[in-house]
């Protein structure tokens, strides 16, 4: 192997040492919450620091009345009746938010959407987005305890909860809504239900994923005798899945990469040369 290629090698296994890092300190999954207006999320701050503990990620979408919402930058827009162009040429459709995120997660919603989203009508963001999420089997958690009432029009009404006909109405549409897939928690534990959701899965595929590794390391490589020219420490990283691996064989020509080396060294791995005996 000529020099410019060793080094060309190395620097290749250092740079991908420092995107896989990089990609395992990046959550796996992401929920989106959503929100009735800019400041609604504030009172929600828990919820981001056990979101961050479980390995789930975020993102919030703040409704700006019923047609529009932000996600990010994007201005999001049903496409309503009579409505053709967007404002944001470059946002997503209502309809396509879910598709980037392993669920929506709503703190709050109001009986007009959950009467919308219990008939399948669609109109406004957010029964649009619980529309798509559902028919596409993405998990939707909403809060159970919610007042049923935008927060605009508590304010504007003066009253905090719904009379008992318009509640039982409310309570109806829920068990109806759960019957097609959305869950119902109390809002201070929806950030716990996700990383329940979410978390555990990630957990079980890495463990599945990590034995799967094991296993095709195991039959690739159970001679313990590396035949290549280079040791990277991605190949270290793969055998010392094997716990019968404590001794790498390799040629006279055979080169140890540095990052491999310390590996091995770390590991107690010993190291012979074929013509050595």
């Not at 691996?245 to 040369?273: C, M």
Request: charged share 25%; aromatic share 8%; glycine share 10%.
């Amino acid at each position: 192997m000529e020099m410019k290629e060793l080094v060309e090698s190395i620097v290749r296994e250092i740079v991908g040492s420092l995107q896989q890092a990089e990609a395992e300190r990046r959550p796996k999954t992401k929920v989106l919450y959503v929100f009735g207006d800019g400041t609604a999320h504030e009172a929600y701050s828990d919820h981001w620091i056990t979101l961050h503990n479980g390995g789930v990620g975020h993102d919030l979408m703040f409704l700006d009345g019923e047609t529009s919402a932000w996600l990010g930058k994007h201005r999001i827009e049903s496409g309503g009746p009579g409505k053709v162009i967007a404002v944001d040429e470059f946002a997503p459709a209502p309809l396509e938010v879910p598709l980037e995120y392993a669920g929506i997660v709503i703190p709050e919603i109001d009986l007009d959407n959950m009467g919308r989203a219990t008939l399948g009508i669609r109109g406004t963001v957010l029964s649009d987005v619980i529309f798509s999420a559902l028919v596409t089997g993405k998990p939707v958690l909403i809060g159970a305890d919610g007042p049923g009432l935008k927060r605009a029009d508590r304010r504007t009404l003066k009253t905090l909860t719904l009379p008992k006909p318009y509640q039982n109405l409310f309570d109806y549409y829920k068990q109806e809504l759960t019957m097609y897939g959305a869950q119902f928690g109390l809002r201070a534990e929806l950030a716990e239900i996700a990383v329940g959701l979410w978390g555990r899965r990630d957990a079980s595929a890495a463990a599945e994923e990590g034995n799967a590794t094991a296993k095709a390391a195991r039959t690739a490589g159970a001679a313990d005798r590396f035949e290549g020219r280079l040791v990277s420490a991605d190949w270290v990283k793969q055998r010392l899945k094997d716990p019968a691996f404590t001794r790498l064989t390799i040629g006279p020509g055979t080169l140890v990469s540095p990052l491999a080396k310390d590996l091995l060294k770390e590991k107690r791995i010993a190291v012979h040369y074929a013509d050595e005996g």
